[in-house]
């Protein structure tokens, strides 16, 4: 479980095969890429010297990386002007990707089908065009409707200019105001929002200085048709019924397109799932190097992955390529493995909140498990209540259902569950203390005893940071770290001696024995000295890394900040008790209001917000400051969080059998099911 | 109260902006180097811009190198000033870019329009696509004055262009001059959900750059392009801060420079025209700049916690560049660093 091993797959081959390799792997969707000239200069790569290999050694030493950026514009223009064309929606099929084809034939034939259907298309066009401008020769004449003469009186009157045109507002006030110098009859029609429709009337032979002026005022013409006789309203039904005659031409030749359609559909669909998909493998290829006549591909898959992508590209190119497995190397390699969390249904939510932190690195323990079991406990007994907590845990589900992954659904639904775990200890429902008892404590009737239960518990999970972060250095082997820095051994057995000191004083009001004083002075002295300690003992051939003063100054505060940080990190857990109280107090404060309400409707409204508050402000601020102890009080101690996530080269993909949608969504449901079914119970056992 | 909660932070972050402006010795200095090498490597060694050139080579940068990585750092503290509006003053931030935008796309239209080769533009064009968010790689595309129109679609330059295209009317000096009236078109008509106070100030500020722009046009007008006087008074800005309609049409319909001059020795603006007639011409555009300079600062004064800082520190930071951009051309063409000096907004 945790972080899922890697392994290192090397894919060589002839270079026409890459791009039908690398949609295969793009199909398979396992393999993380990585720069495969770093790949092959890392110390540990290694081909044996045998027959297979020897085309593979000589080009080698010659390798560069893939430069060649292909153009896909002309493409997408294809496809998209020809999905736009008979309407289809865009989508990813696998089944138009897992046949073996050439995309470049494949695109040459998509585009004789384009050529072929743009004739029509252009007619439609044209037609389209034609339609558009007699609509707007109609909106023209209808300025001109109110007047009742021959429109043909004005557009070939002999010498005398007539227009009718459109300026914005502010210019037409310009106009307006100097009006005595403007050589022409001009007259307002309409105002339509920012513009103002105006005709003017002028003799020829001033016409160009009119131009002028109205050029200047930015003016836009609006045109009339010449070859129409009558009054406006006359020439607008002429042409209303000429738009309609063409329109119908429209429909028929829309028809003839619709055969296109039913002919081609495949086709066009597959052209589009085929274009993405060389898009992403043309991303691919900036990792990939190229020889002479071969191309080097690198990347990490997932161990559980490997035998999978290994016979579906063997069975595919056969001898054609030769595929490399090799494992990762702990030491040598300059390559970090990236991260792949796997971990059970009930945590895996919770990796959303280690991520906000950090990645884990591969070698790192993943602190997942750990996170989700000490945040749900934090919250549940922050905000302990049977009634609210099932609100949040359906709100989760809820969540979950609709938005699937990357949500915090799954985080809200699961510390949902532990609050109303809680409520059942606390006897708590909506914040009411009157309706079940409590399985075990009342937070409200032992304040001390719940205030100190916080930070024993908070001790307790320190512990736990203690240890984790002693496991995660032994698997590093760094000794400064887990033996001697104030997280490692030393730093837990001082906290424990310091415990126990503070124990014994308070408990059994006797003085501390000297040895302990000693002990722990000498621990601090260990921190003090942890590097050159450290890198005597592994034999390191520099003390210190730094100059000796800084390290020495920097970690003689380090011993303040050592002990300061105990202390603080203890008592900070003083706040799970506090918060417990707090969310009772809330819940007080509203019911005395609720009481002080006349009507029994009121009293309700009051305890339903006061609810909606506790739930919204108390439920926030809680999961705020649970991730505040997980982050700052205990991530510090033992989780660095600098791994690389894991990105395969893969694509949103929809299967053709519809069969790995459905499985994920079975699943899921199923667990929610299961959510519901284990709230029940529990829920039936306490309740009654 | 509005005020502090508007203006505060902004206000404390454009001082410390400000104390990175370049400073009167810093000016003179570069006004004494000889290539656009040692003012880059003046920059470099003794500015606030070292931060920005550390990791440029600088032993072979081009003056147009330089221009573009100036003004990429002015949006980018532009970039910065407006995280710390909300709403509307958002909107108004971004509209500061108009005028850079707009300036940017006549330089494309002129070269457009010249037929020039793209790579061949001696100006940056950083400002492209900031304000109308149309990507620049498409206006870089367009081959004529048309196509570059049509690629402004979907932004608010559109409407005022889209009337030069009808048949063969589309020429350089309507283009750029349906850019200018729409510039003040698009600022006057802006609906702002702004305090009251700052809208005064804006429209005093605005009516002052139209009052000043509208002399400048009605005097070029009238002295170099022989235009009719229907047609200066068409093409000058509709708004203004002292100057009323009817003394700019009478300006417009003044019958010879004399009595424009005469016209204007009476108004605030009468500095414009003090000196000989030579250099009228060319140096009224920097007279107009430091005009503009100090009476942002006098503004800024008059008005602490508004939005005239910030813009204060915009025209500021263009000045500075202006400056900078001075110098490098006075380098180019051998003029003497007294001449050159008389070109800078923010020395004398």
Known sequence: ???????????????????????????????????????????????????????????????????????????????????????????????????????????????????????????????????????????????????????????????????????????YDKLKKNYENIPAVVLKLAVESKYVIVVSITPVILEEILEKIFRSLNYTLLPLPVEFRGTAAKVIEELDSAIDKEEKVIESLKKSLEDYKVKYIIELKKGYSRLEIEKKIEELKSDMANGDKLFFMFGFVPVSNVTRLKSELEAQFGGDVIVLVDDVDKGGSNLHPPTKLSNMKLFKPFEILVKMYGTPAYYEKDPTIFFGLTYMLLFGAMFGDVGQGFILLFTGLILELVLKKGSLGGVLSRIGLSSTVFGFIYGSVFGSEKIIPPLIIRPMANINYILITGVVFGIALILGAYIYNIINSGIEKNVERGLFSRNGAAGLIFYLILLYTIFHVVVTHSSISPAFIYIMIGLLLLMVFKQPLANKLIHADKLYQKSPANYYIEEGFGVIETLLSIISNTLSFIRVGAFALNHVGLYIAFATMARMMTTSWGSLAILVLGNIIIIALEGLIVFIQALRLEYYELFTKYFRGDGIEYVPAKMEIISSTGKRISLFHKKSIFCNIGNIYLYNIINLKWGS | MDKVITYAAVNAKIRALEKDFLKRDDYLNMIQKKSVVDVARYLKDNTS????????????????????????????????????????????????????????????????????????????????????????????????IRDLIYSLEGSEFFEFLIP??????????????????????????????????????????????????????????????????????????????????????????????????????????????????????????????RFIYYKLKALDRQFSLSIIQTIDFVWSFEFEIRDIISILEAIRYDTPSEEARKFLVKIA
């Open chain 2, 49 to 144: 811009y070292g931060k920005l050139l550390r990791e440029i080579n600088i032993d072979n940068i081009s003056r147009r190198d330089l221009e573009d990585i100036l003004k990429n750092n002015m949006i980018k503290n532009m970039d910065k000033l407006v995280y710390y509006f909300r709403d509307d003053y958002k909107e108004f931030i971004r509209s500061l870019y108009i005028k850079y935008e707009i300036e940017d796309l006549k330089i494309l239209s002129r070269s457009i329009f010249n037929g020039k080769e793209l790579e061949t533009i001696e100006k940056p064009l950083s400002f492209l696509g900031k304000y109308s968010r149309i990507s620049p790689k498409s206006l870089f595309k367009s081959r004529t």
């Open chain 1, 1 to 171: 479980m945790s972080v899922e091993k890697m392994k290192i797959v090397g894919v060589i081959g002839k270079k026409n095969l890459l791009s039908r390799v690398l949609r295969l792997v793009v199909l398979d969707g396992s393999l993380h890429t990585i720069n495969a000239l770093v790949r092959v200069n890392s110390s540990d790569f290694f081909l044996p010297p045998n027959e297979k290999n020897i085309v593979v050694l000589e080009e080698l030493p010659f390798l560069k990386p893939c430069s060649s950026k292909k153009d896909f514009t002309k493409d997408e223009e294809v496809v998209k002007s020809l999905l736009s064309l008979f309407d289809i929606r865009p989508q990813i099929r696998e089944e138009y990707l897992d046949q073996d084809y050439n995309y470049d034939d494949f695109m040459k034939q998509l585009s004789e089908i384009y050529d072929r259907v743009r004739l029509t298309a252009d007619e439609i066009e044209e037609k389209m065009n034609s339609i558009n401008k007699k609509r707007e020769y109609i909106n023209n004449l209808k300025y001109l409707s109110r007047f009742d003469f021959d429109i043909e009186q004005l557009t070939c009157i002999k010498h005398l200019a007539f227009r009718l045109i459109k300026i914005s507002r502010e210019n």
């Open chain 2, 164 to 289: 030069l295209v009808d048949g063969r009317r589309e020429n350089l000096f309507r283009f750029e001059m349906a850019l200018d009236m729409g510039y003040f078109s698009i600022i006057q008509s802006r609906k702002l959900k702004i305090s009251r106070e700052d809208r005064k100030i804006l429209k005093k500020w605005e009516g002052l750059l139209a009052d000043l722009y509208n002399i400048q046009w009605v005097y070029r007008g009238k002295k170099f392009y022989s235009l009719s006087p229907e047609e200066l008074l068409n093409y000058t800005i509709n708004f203004g801060d002292k100057l009323t309609f009817r003394e700019r049409k009478a300006m417009c319909y003044a019958k010879n420079l004399e009595e424009l001059y005469k016209m204007i020795a009476n108004t605030i603006y009468g500095f414009l025209f003090k000196k000989e007639e030579m250099y009228r011409d060319i140096y009224m555009e920097r007279r107009i700049n």
